[in-house]
């Protein structure tokens, strides 16, 4: 079993730069495909960005292309994401998801693991 601990959320003006982290837990981290999602109030859980094992060419969605950076540190079993220039319309609460193996996913059925979430909230 993994476990997946998220921080690093929090309440910020737009424009502002938060990175969040995800921590893994009971796995060998970098046998997994890691991915951020995101989920606004009454909507659906939204794929943000995912990463392999070597860090090349992370996925990225179309909302945050050019704004937000996905890396990984295999030894610290910790996937980072840093987000630039935050929008109001990137106000969710943010998680990270596990899927062993080297192939990712935009759907979030694919994922076995996820963490508990960490807020987001970019106030205008």
């Known amino acids: 079993q993994v476990q997946l601990v998220e921080s690093g959320g929090g309440l910020v003006q737009a424009g502002a730069f938060l990175r969040l982290s995800c921590v893994a837990s009971?796995?060998?981290?970098?046998?997994?495909?890691m991915s951020w999602f995101r989920q606004a109030p009454g909507k659906e859980r939204e794929f943000v960005v995912g990463?392999?094992?070597?860090?090349?060419?992370?996925d990225y969605g179309d909302s945050v292309k050019g704004r937000f950076t996905i890396s990984r540190d295999n030894a610290k079993n910790t996937v980072y994401l840093q987000m630039h220039s935050l929008k109001p319309e990137d106000t969710a609460v943010y998680y990270c998801?596990?899927?062993?193996?080297?192939?990712?996913?935009?759907?979030?059925?694919?994922?076995?693991?996820w963490g508990q979430g960490t807020q987001v909230t970019v106030s205008s």
């Open positions: 998801a596990a899927v062993l193996g080297s192939t990712g996913y935009r759907v979030p059925k694919e994922y076995a693991y």
């Open positions: 009971g796995g060998i981290f970098s046998r997994y495909y």
């Open positions: 990463i392999g094992w070597s860090g090349v060419n992370p």
